[in-house]
């Protein structure tokens, strides 16, 4: 006969087992959860690096601006500002050297112009006409819009003056030379062993005084000219700045893009008249 007899469920501590009540019902379940998610969050991250990283490589390089063309046969003149107008004799840094002079004006090679002076000054269309290269010798320096005046020593400056006599033929007449400051430039040294040099941007004759400033001061450096057989002088210390007469004066001036500048610092070197 069968045992109906309700039997009364196994209690745990009947077999020896008893629950974990250390561990909340489901943490296993969370943990998985979290380290999932956590996975997720940085493969995100480090897709979002990688693509960032890749569009950044791959972008083209921003274009620099364009070089200008506003001086007379220069590489890289921009047209001038307040920083080319620098300030007279005082405030030029430049460190003095031991050089001495030259025993003679002769003893330099004779100089050839720069090889980039071949653009028309402006870049306003004029003709383009390459520097002259006149070989060593004597020299003198005459005027292109006033083509009877000639640099000629007056005192201690240079002057555009007409000459005539003998002795004013002398004072007009120099010794092309290779550039103190630069080889491929020009010095212009005098008959009694000095150069001419600018000063307070005022074009003088004086004696070489064996300074790295003088050897500068002394250095010009041709350029084209928009007048055929002409051409314009800027100093090697102050780039942007020409030789060019005004009031007759010789002087050192800041690159205008003018006619009247263009022809104020245009000059033919021509046989010494001495």
């Avoid at 950044?56 to 047209?79: I, K, V, W």
């Avoid at 007048?227 to 102050?238: D, R």
């Amino acid at each position: 006969m069968p045992d109906n007899t309700p039997h009364s469920p196994q209690q745990p501590w009947e077999n020896g087992w008893a629950p974990d009540a250390s561990r909340a019902p489901g943490t296993r379940r969370l943990w998985l959860a979290g380290a999932l998610a956590l996975a997720t969050v940085a493969a995100c991250v480090t897709a979002m690096a990688v693509n960032g990283r890749t569009s950044r490589e791959e972008a083209p390089p921003a274009a620099g601006g364009a070089a200008t063309d506003s001086g007379p046969g220069l590489l890289s003149f921009n047209s001038p500002s307040a920083g080319t107008s620098a300030s007279p004799e005082g405030q030029k840094a430049v460190p003095s050297a031991t050089s001495q002079a030259p025993s003679s004006p002769a003893a330099h090679r004779s100089p050839s112009p720069r090889s980039d002076a071949t653009k028309a000054p402006g870049g306003q269309g004029s003709s383009t006409h390459s520097p002259a290269g006149p070989a060593a010798g004597t020299r003198s320096v005459r005027s292109v819009n006033y083509p009877d005046r000639y640099w000629h020593i007056a005192g201690d400056f240079v002057r555009l003056d007409p000459v005539g006599s003998s002795p004013d033929r002398r004072a007009a007449t120099f010794t092309l030379v290779e550039g103190l400051g630069d080889a491929s430039c020009y010095s212009f040294a005098t008959a009694d062993g000095g150069y001419l040099r600018h000063r307070d941007f005022l074009l003088r004759a004086e004696r070489d005084d064996g300074s790295r400033l003088f050897e500068q001061d002394a250095t010009f450096c041709p350029r084209a000219s928009a007048f055929s057989g002409a051409v314009m002088l800027e100093s090697v210390n102050y780039p942007g700045r020409f030789l060019r007469h005004q009031n007759f004066q010789l002087k050192l001036d800041p690159y205008q893009n003018t006619d009247l500048y263009r022809a104020d610092s245009a000059f033919r070197l021509v046989d010494g008249l001495g």
